[in-house]
């Protein structure tokens, strides 16, 4: 197996640079895998291949303002992508792991500011927070430790918290290859986002669902439930080794509720499917897997389950609150077993990624490979906001 087996040529025209609208009215591919056959439907079709009993379980977490266009003491502009709180530096949750841009030129000491507004901050427009660049991670990509102090009061004369500056002064980020999108931001969260934000990157999966699509599925007898897992820096890294199994994969936050603990529970030992809405569903119920549990035993479900509640905690901490999750850096490739999901709801991925080894692992990559010819040949639009597929 190496890298090279997932990559694939897509023409830069078919890569989406909006969404869908309505979002569920993107094109659907069905990928069979008992015979490799394939359907072509619309997204909102989905509820044909939905059954009574089943259980959908998707991302709910929500893409943070991670976006920072900030200033030098010299002038130049620097772009900072926030990823990781980094409660191991710092417990009050003013560190964090960064892309910086542009990186070479940002060693430690260095210092940006941020102005109300970002990248669209008018003229004149107050400084909102400050940077402070503390060491290098990846020097490589830019990857750099950043210790974050908010600047200045609100409208009120209160003290401006961490999480206000960063709001003021930053933008949802939006992958590098949507390039021209000036549309709606809250396009790139999905409908049942939480209100807390926490991730560098949308579940874009579940950008395809509206508030209907999920009444008329729910009224079909169909379960639809939740997990958190941030979405973190490997969104944004490709698998540059050869080798593919020597890639390291991130380790991100992630949490299933016992709620959905217990509808996966009950869906298998009722002989129903378990659906997951995203890459990032698929690696939260794989993580929480019992190990012990014998594979015969319909009743599955989470390692973590007795640890649900804790990891659910949420603690205050002076002006930011830090959920205590379970964390995963699950790597599924060629070869993996899948315990709980029994088919995947996803988008179509970047060539040579970790996404593309996962979906392969799910069908086969010989599978993979020709559904994704058809795509191309069919003029499917690819990647955050292009069109979906579903893997049964």
């Not at 025209?13 to 008992?34: F, K, M, N, T």
């Not at 430690?108 to 008018?122: N, S, T």
């Not at 390291?248 to 529970?265: D, G, N, S």
Request: contains cysteine; charged residues 30%.
């Amino acid at each position: 197996m190496r890298t090279d087996d997932f990559d694939y040529n897509l023409p830069d025209e078919l890569i989406a640079q909006a969404p869908a609208e309505p979002r569920d009215s993107c094109r659907l591919l069905v990928l069979h895998r008992g015979d490799g056959s394939i359907d072509h439907r619309i997204f909102r079709d989905i509820i044909d291949y939905l059954e009574p009993g089943d259980v959908l379980v998707a991302n709910k977490t929500r893409v943070m303002p991670a976006r920072l266009i900030g200033r030098k003491p010299t002038g130049g502009t620097a772009e900072t992508l926030l990823l990781n709180r980094r409660e191991d530096v710092d417990p009050m949750g003013a560190v964090w792991e960064c892309l910086v841009n542009p990186g070479k030129r940002l060693k430690p000491g260095a210092e940006i500011e941020y102005r109300a507004g970002g990248a669209l901050a008018p003229e004149g427009a107050p400084v909102v927070l400050r940077a402070t660049i503390l060491e290098f991670v990846d020097d490589s990509r830019g990857g750099r430790l950043v210790r974050f102090e908010p600047v200045g009061e609100n409208a009120d004369g209160s003290l401006r918290t961490l999480d206000e500056a960063i709001h003021a002064a930053g933008h949802v980020p939006l992958p590098p290859y949507i390039t021209d999108y000036e549309g709606d931001p809250e396009k790139y969260q999905t409908v049942y986002a939480m209100e807390e934000e926490h991730s560098a990157a949308a579940p874009t999966a579940g950008l395809h669902f509206t508030p209907e699509l999920i009444e008329r599925i729910e009224e079909k007898g169909v379960r639809f439930e939740t997990v958190e897992l941030e979405v973190g820096i490997d969104t944004f890294r490709l698998v540059e080794e050869d080798d593919p199994t020597e890639h390291v994969m991130h380790t991100e936050r992630y949490h299933v509720p016992a709620e959905t603990v217990e509808a996966v529970r009950a869906a298998k030992a009722a002989g129903h499917r378990v659906i997951a809405v995203g890459t990032t569903a698929v690696r939260s119920l794989e993580s929480s897997w019992e190990a012990d549990v014998p594979a015969a035993d319909p009743a599955v479900c989470a390692r973590r389950f007795e640890d649900a509640p804790d990891s659910a905690a949420v603690c205050g901490r002076g002006d930011i609150a830090v959920r205590e999750d379970a964390t995963t850096n699950l790597y599924l490739m060629p070869g993996s077993t899948f315990h709980v999901v029994d088919a995947m709801i996803t988008n179509f991925h970047v060539p040579r990624s970790t996404l593309m080894m996962l979906v392969s692992a799910f069908a086969t990559r010989e599978q993979i490979m020709a559904a994704y010819e058809a795509a191309v040949e069919e003029r499917y639009r690819f990647f955050s906001f292009g069109d979906a597929m579903l893997i049964e």
